[in-house]
């Protein structure tokens, strides 16, 4: 094998490795810099950190001896599904040690009577509808990167979808997990049934972004797929009026199976990659489905067709069939692929804010986009107020990427002051760590830590992720708390 | 003298938590005097429980300890609806029933609908109550968007916030749903609404065995059907009704219901529920039991009943509250757990009689996360002063 300029392993990163070799086979264990340079960044590739050593898991006694070795040798990990992240949640730690979770790929079979299966982390999204499908059963949750991502980042990040405004998220369809804590204890949060007695440990557990420990194996939740779906496609001179539909929708009763919204600059990128035809002129177009018993989604339908048309629709297509549906979901969830044609680089947001905001919260962008002399397109979850501007730049340009990121920066310090969140479904990661602080204040923080201590006092799991202040487990606040400064140097033990 | 402390007054037989009396009792009217009591009880060493409407101070076992009674009452204000938002923040106080009626104006409800007078919010949250419509609405867990809490240091956090949609952050809201007082206080809660349903359809079907509740909603949840509840009350070991609940547009529910009789093979239809729908079965003689088990196993956990028992399942969801003649239930307990531990089935008490309340394992078996729960409980309230004792494994 041949090795580039390779920088040698410390001796503790050497004697790791020579470990894990043993423990977990030699052909599952990479420090090839060559090799382990294809695992240093997830889907935010602008945030880059080559692993010191990659672990290729194949059985969850594979994750038990990694998570094992590296708590006795006091070295980080950061467990890693498909990588299709996009906060740079699964980014490695340098000098720790990368598991790579994507071969635990088995599926146990549907359990239809119960609505449930049980699947190991690396498995990917859609294989378990594909699975579930024959009982007529599906599995919720539809991040748009359902074809690749992987149920055990979907559960570290709490991962959502279009389809959450009615089926809720990642949290609301795992019923349980076996789960290996930092120190190599495996664990079983929940199960098969509901109500286990004691602290909801699996609901705090998901969406933690790999900071609690690595799920080795999960139980899902399956729901009877519908009676009728129907799909349609509304097109508007103005996002004022898509956003007023949106209201109207949900002011009248109707919770949709999922309402997105694209505008102007988004419809352009799908068309030149998908040609998904969406409305020609839309200035803002609305995917709107519904789904249930046939007569109720009959009934409803009209009823948002009307709403459509009294605010200012000027096209309103529904999905024929299958295919037709396909054609207009395909042009939202290639959306952010597509920017790419029209801008050499870009940052995807992930902001939320209050659904009654949209409008003023639209032009706030449009504004703070023009006086940047940048380009914003804006995909969003419209139901559930769930904003992804794509900040466009060009990074051959002098300066503009600092700019770009300046300006996605202050869009999601727009949604926390209009009362939303710096992110609805990407996580923080790495990349929104430091806008925690926006979010929550250093009480609800040291508070969060709390939970982290329990589950991993010597802050090995993914550390550097989510909190903007990694601290100490023994470490107190003590300013506000007043203690001893010795405690709160981290110096002496509180518990 | 602050108001927090005007309201402090000598605890009686009438505050008891399961038997202990407390010394004292205190009402705090804001989430800052809340902060303030925590903080001075911490600084005298004092362990105390934080209580609500009072209406499930059984569910969880008795405090080893009760110096000051926290009523919770005093935080009764709700603070914000926004209606096209369908959310509203309120109080730990707010009574349920009084949140219903004033998002009902709205035409909106909470999806939660336990059947205990007087229910606040925090004590809603603390003892995740639920009800019939958990089928369509799912539970705390699910319509939870955001908490305010007070530590037992007199540390006030928020954890989650006003949208819908929010992944920043551990999900305390999580945490502390069941925790009964056992990590802090819960003082404001922030919830997901959803709109009142226009029209409803009820379909009651009699069993002369309960047993056949089993195989009849596995049925109804692998139909297309969308049934807001699926209810089955009686007896364990006799006959029941299963009640299904219809709640969406006219149209909607008269097709909806004349499909469940169809699939169902009979069973009256009507505009109402009856009376006892979603109520816990049993009096007071009884030892109440909330049973949880993998869903398809309903009439395994009835058969694992003793004679006599008084039911009222959720039949689709794997949960049932069941009414145990108190003299069998010291028998029928560990008996009752053995038998649905393959369907991963549990069993708590939530109410007994005094006879035999301490001769029963409250919470049973907890699992291999016990421990883990032990290291949160720790790191949460380290000098062990918050509802001691009330939780599983003694926390």
């Given amino acids: 094998m041949t090795a580039i300029a390779e920088p040698a392993l410390s001796d503790r990163t050497a004697t790791l490795a020579d470990r894990l070799r043993s423990a977990v086979g030699t052909e599952r264990v990479l420090t090839d810099r060559t090799q382990v340079r294809t695992?240093?960044?997830?889907?935010?590739?602008?945030?880059?950190?080559?692993?010191?050593?990659?672990?290729?898991?194949?059985?969850?006694?594979?994750?038990?001896?990694?998570?094992?070795?590296?708590?006795?040798?006091?070295?980080?990990?950061?467990?890693?599904?498909?990588?299709?992240?996009?906060?740079?949640?699964?980014?490695?730690?340098a000098d720790g040690v990368l598991l790579v979770l994507s071969r635990l790929r088995r599926l146990s079979p549907v359990d239809a009577d119960n609505r449930q299966v049980t699947v190991e982390p690396g498995v990917i999204n859609l294989w378990v509808t594909r699975d579930a499908a024959p009982h007529d059963l599906a599995y919720a949750p539809d991040p748009s990167s359902q074809l690749v991502c992987s149920i055990g980042g979907n559960v570290a990040e709490n991962a959502g979808g279009a389809h959450c405004l009615k089926y809720g998220f990642t949290v609301n369809h795992v019923l349980g997990a076996e789960v290996v804590l930092p120190d190599d204890e495996v664990v079983h949060l929940g199960g098969r049934a509901p109500e286990h007695p004691g602290y909801d440990l699996l609901g705090a557990f998901i969406g933690s972004e790999g900071t609690l420990g690595v799920a080795t194996e999960l139980t899902l939740r399956l729901i009877r797929v519908p009676e009728a779906v129907q799909t349609m496609l509304v097109g508007y001179h103005s996002?004022?009026?898509?956003?007023?539909?949106?209201?109207?929708?949900?002011?009248?009763?109707?919770?949709?199976?999922?309402?997105?919204?694209?505008?102007?600059?988004?419809?352009?990128?799908?068309?030149?990659?998908?040609?998904?035809?969406?409305p020609e002129g839309a200035v803002a177009v609305l995917v709107i489905e519904l789904d249930g018993p046939q007569v109720e989604?009959?009934?409803?339908?009209?009823?948002?067709?009307?709403?459509?048309?009294?605010?200012?629709?000027?096209?309103?297509?529904?999905a024929a069939d299958d295919a037709e549906r396909a054609l207009m979901w395909k042009g939202r969830k290639s959306a952010f692929a597509a920017v790419g044609r029209i801008s050499p680089s870009y940052f995807v947001q992930d902001g939320v804010?209050?659904?009654?905001?949209?409008?003023?919260?639209?032009?706030?962008?449009?504004?703070?986009?023009?006086?940047?002399?940048?380009?914003?397109?804006?995909v969003f979850h419209a139901g559930d107020g769930n904003l992804h501007p794509l900040v466009l730049f060009d990074d051959a340009v002098e300066g503009q990427a600092h700019e770009a990121e300046e300006l996605a920066g202050a869009i999601l310090e727009l949604c926390v002051t209009s009362g939303g969140s710096i992110t609805g479904e990407h996580?923080?990661?790495?990349?929104?760590?430091?806008?925690?602080?926006?979010?929550f204040t250093p009480e609800d923080l040291d508070t969060m830590q709390l939970l982290r201590c329990a589950f991993d006092p010597a802050g090995i799991a993914n550390p550097g992720k989510v909190f903007p202040t990694p601290r100490l487990c023994g470490e107190r606040p003590g300013v506000r708390k007043g203690e001893h400064p010795v405690q709160a140097a981290g110096l002496g033990e509180v518990f | 003298m602050t108001a927090a402390t005007d309201t402090r007054r000598a605890g009686g037989p009438d505050d008891a938590v399961s038997g202990v009396v407390p010394r004292e009792v205190v009402r705090p009217a804001t989430v800052d005097q809340v902060a303030e009591v925590l903080r001075a009880a911490a600084a005298d060493g004092r362990t105390v429980v934080p209580v609500g409407g009072r209406s499930k101070l059984t569910w969880a076992a008795a405090p080893e300890s009760c110096d000051l009674l926290l009523d919770l009452t005093g935080l009764d204000r709700v603070?914000?609806?926004?209606?096209?938002?369908?959310?509203?923040?309120?109080?730990?106080?707010?009574?349920?029933?009084?949140?219903?009626?004033?998002?009902?104006?709205?035409?909106?409800?909470?999806?939660?609908?336990?059947?205990e007078d007087g229910a606040t919010l925090g004590g809603v949250v603390s003892a995740n109550a639920s009800g019939p419509r958990r089928l369509r609405y799912g539970t705390t867990r699910d319509l939870l968007i955001g908490i305010t809490v007070v530590l037992a240091d007199g540390t006030v956090a928020h954890a989650g916030g006003k949208v819908v949609k929010n992944v920043a952050g551990y999900d305390l809201g999580k945490l502390f749903t069941g925790a009964h007082g056992t990590l802090g206080a819960v003082v404001s809660t922030t919830w997901r609404l959803h709109p009142v349903p226009p029209a409803r359809r009820v379909v009651t079907l009699e069993l002369p065995d309960a047993a056949a509740a089993g195989p009849l909603s596995i049925a109804l949840a692998r139909s297309t059907l969308t049934p807001s509840?699926?209810?089955?009350?009686?007896?364990?070991?006799g006959s029941a009704r299963l009640v299904v609940l219809f709640e969406s547009i006219a149209e909607s529910v008269a097709g909806q219901a004349r499909s469940a009789v169809a699939l169902l093979g009979g069973g009256e239809e009507s505009e109402d529920l009856p009376e006892d729908f979603g109520r816990r079965p049993?009096?007071?003689?009884?030892?109440?039991?909330?049973?949880?088990?993998?869903?398809?196993?309903?009439?395994?956990?009835?058969?694992?009943?003793?004679?006599?028992?008084?039911?009222?399942?959720h039949a689709a969801t794997g949960v049932s509250y069941a009414a145990v003649p108190a003299g069998e239930a010291v028998d029928a307990l560990p008996r009752l757990r053995a038998a649905i531990a393959p369907h991963d089935g549990t069993a708590v008490v939530l109410r007994a009689p005094d006879a035999v309340r301490d001769r029963l394992d409250h919470w049973g078996p907890v699992g291999d996360s016990l421990d883990l729960m032990r290291r949160v409980k720790e790191r949460f309230d380290p000098e062990r002063r918050m509802s001691p004792g009330r939780f599983v494994g003694g926390l």
């Fill in chain 1, 39 to 93: 695992y240093e960044c997830d889907g935010l590739a602008n945030f880059k950190v080559t692993p010191a050593i990659v672990v290729l898991a194949e059985s969850r006694q594979h994750v038990v001896d990694t998570v094992r070795l590296c708590s006795e040798a006091g070295v980080p990990f950061v467990a890693r599904g498909s990588g299709t992240g996009l906060s740079g949640g699964a980014l490695p730690s």
């Fill in chain 1, 239 to 278: 996002v004022e009026d898509a956003a007023g539909t949106v209201s109207d929708i949900i002011a009248a009763g109707i919770v949709p199976a999922a309402v997105e919204m694209m505008d102007a600059l988004a419809i352009q990128a799908a068309e030149a990659a998908v040609s998904c035809g969406y």
């Fill in chain 1, 297 to 318: 989604v009959e009934a409803q339908f009209r009823q948002v067709e009307e709403i459509a048309r009294a605010r200012n629709a000027f096209e309103t297509r529904i």
């Fill in chain 1, 353 to 378: 804010i209050p659904r009654t905001k949209l409008p003023e919260v639209l032009a706030e962008i449009d504004r703070m986009a023009d006086e940047k002399g940048l380009r914003v397109a804006n």
């Fill in chain 1, 427 to 439: 996580g923080v990661g790495s990349e929104k760590r430091m806008k925690m602080a926006k979010q």
């Fill in chain 2, 79 to 115: 603070v914000e609806h926004v209606a096209g938002d369908l959310t509203v923040v309120a109080e730990a106080g707010v009574r349920l029933a009084d949140l219903q009626a004033q998002v009902g104006r709205a035409g909106q409800l909470l999806g939660l609908d336990p059947p």
């Fill in chain 2, 229 to 237: 509840a699926v209810e089955l009350i009686g007896r364990a070991d």
């Fill in chain 2, 282 to 313: 049993g009096g007071a003689d009884d030892v109440l039991l909330r049973l949880a088990y993998a869903p398809a196993a309903l009439s395994s956990a009835l058969g694992a009943l003793p004679a006599g028992t008084a039911v009222a399942a």
